[in-house]
């Protein structure tokens, strides 16, 4: 028996036949072309239909994966017909007089590196979307098609998988997944995530395993290749015990540990699709409403109007449910064109969130408006991004304080909406203790906590740990401090979502969880198991 370490992305285990999906020829070759007009008309041809077909499979992974989930193809639908990609596919073939699939494959390589060098890790993540929609196109111009795949159960095992070839793959067959490349919070991994499938990254494929018995431990994250009998019979004996558990446990309803205690369960939603999949996996709440949706998606800033029309839907449909709304958080990884944010050498470390709301006092104080617009006489609260001291949460109160009195002057009922406050940033969390003065709840954000606390971008499978014990002695430390000054703590992120980071944060103390709306169902599951 062989035993081979990775990265845990899926806690799941799985035994069966391994599978080794071969990689793709690498570099595609210069073959010249004669009439340059047709192999440009040839190119666009295959751009549509790459977009069709994307577009086709973000609906049909709609019911696998959920709303949220399956967007993802139809944005790589929209970068198939990006100006300035065609532009240097275009623009290779003329000056070269080559074929498509070369000029393609360069354009890829030059987009692709062009992003990765970014210092944003936003258009760092979008590397791999033009890798990815390159090799879509490819597909298409080489006729390559679907990958055929063994007509038994597998585990899937390969250099790097996309979120279209994992798709393609039969989820009844379908066992786990092994890749030597991509993390935890790739959209592979998401979706690998949504859909409950054992996952391991960081372990190099050998051709040689194709055919072998394996055991993927998502939990301790191993892959055993030809397994003695005595360790697949103690495997298979833990599988029965946890689907047996799974059985008796109900889908919706409380979420309550086996010693009694209660964690609340909510949602992070950004839009109507996600708050149907929340009310429809049993969401208690909504714990972060994301409302930079709003601003991300348009040219000109949403008006008092059209948020107050958003917040309210919002709010009706949870049906006296507490709904969280958070203000704008732009900048850094979420440009927002709307609304500019000064030049910085780092966004990521530069103006963001609050502070950047702060530098549009005005744009502020209309959400606000619209925020106490819609929550009067409703169970919602304001949640405030990005603080780093307490100068910026006594300013945005002021500011709060004075829209209230604003709306009071003109006869309309601003209702009584808690405020709280997004621990993200290791000052918040340091000076947590101070902060519950100005709070009536702490929110933590593990994502960006554990990227700022480890210096390490999130998408960093090597150095990226949210389970980090610097990161959970911060979280610890927060909640200690709210439940002295008498107020609640939730938890969003990744964390959350966590077998581990769940165990964690019920033993810390933390009182309400909210997660992707399709991960409700696994995360009740995992409180319920909860015992110390």
């Not at 198939?80 to 596919?89: A, K, L």
């Not at 009844?172 to 499938?197: D, E, F, P």
């Not at 964690?263 to 149907?276: F, K, M, P, T």
């Not at 959350?496 to 964690?504: L, P």
């Amino acid at each position: 028996m062989e035993r081979f370490s990775g990265h845990r992305v899926v806690g799941e285990i799985a035994i069966g036949i391994i599978h080794v999906l071969a990689e793709e020829p690498g570099k595609v070759s210069p073959v010249p072309v004669s009439d340059v007009e047709a192999e440009i008309a040839r190119f666009d041809r295959t751009a549509k239909q790459a977009a069709g077909q994307l577009r086709r499979l973000s609906e049909t992974s709609e019911q696998r994966v959920g709303v949220e989930n399956a967007r993802i193809f139809a944005v790589h639908a929209m970068m198939t017909e990006d100006v300035d990609y065609r532009e240097e596919v275009i623009r290779t073939i003329r000056a070269g007089k080559v074929c498509a699939e070369y000029a393609v494959y360069m354009a890829g390589r030059h987009f692709s590196q062009m992003f990765a060098d970014m210092e944003d890790s936003y258009f760092r993540a979008r590397a791999q979307d033009v890798k990815d929609v390159t090799d879509r196109l490819l597909a298409v111009l080489t006729g390559r098609g679907t990958v055929e795949m063994p007509e038994e159960s597998y585990i899937l095992v390969a250099e790097d998988l996309t979120p279209g070839q994992l798709m393609q793959q039969k989820r009844n067959r379908l066992l786990g997944i092994v890749t030597s490349r991509g993390s935890a919070y790739s959209h592979t991994a998401i979706l690998c995530k949504s859909m409950r499938i054992p996952t391991l990254t960081g372990i190099v494929p050998n051709p040689s395993w194709e055919g072998h018995r394996a055991i993927l431990d998502g939990r301790l994250g191993v892959l055993l290749i030809d397994p003695d009998t005595e360790t697949v019979r103690q495997y298979l004996k833990q599988m029965k015990e946890t689907a047996e558990r799974n059985e008796a446990l109900p889908e919706s309803g409380p979420a309550v540990t086996k010693e009694g205690r209660r964690v609340l369960l909510c949602a992070n939603i950004g839009d109507r699709e996600e708050l149907a999949c929340a009310i429809r996996n049993g969401a208690e709440g909504i714990g972060l409403l994301r409302t930079e949706m709003l601003f991300l998606d348009s040219q000109e800033l949403p008006n008092e109007e059209e948020q107050f029309t958003f917040y309210k839907e919002i709010i009706t449909a949870m049906g006296g449910r507490r709904v969280v709304i958070r203000t704008a958080d732009i900048g850094g990884d979420k440009p927002a064109d709307c609304l500019p944010e000064p030049p910085t050498d780092n966004p990521a470390l530069g103006c963001r969130g609050i502070r950047l709301s702060l530098l549009h006092k005005d744009v502020l104080r209309t959400q606000l408006r619209a925020i106490f617009r819609a929550g009067a006489g409703e169970n919602v609260a304001v949640l405030y991004p990005m603080i780093t001291s307490e100068k910026e949460i006594r300013e945005v109160k002021e500011i709060a304080e004075s829209v209230r009195e604003e709306l009071k002057q003109e006869g309309i009922d601003a209702g009584n909406v808690e405020q709280g406050i997004m621990i993200e940033t290791p000052a918040a969390a340091v000076l947590s203790d101070r902060m519950s003065t100005y709070a009536d709840f702490f929110s933590i954000g593990s994502n960006d906590l554990a990227q700022y606390v480890l210096a390490a971008d999130r998408k960093n499978s090597t150095l990226y740990e949210p389970g980090h014990e610097a990161v959970i002695r911060l979280i610890a430390m927060t909640v200690n401090h709210a439940h002295r000054a008498g107020i609640p703590v939730s938890v969003c992120g990744e964390l959350a979502a966590d077998h581990d980071g769940i165990n964690a944060l019920i033993a810390i103390g933390a009182d309400e969880l909210s997660v992707s709306p399709s991960l409700l169902p696994e995360v009740r599951r995992t409180i319920r198991e909860y015992e110390t």
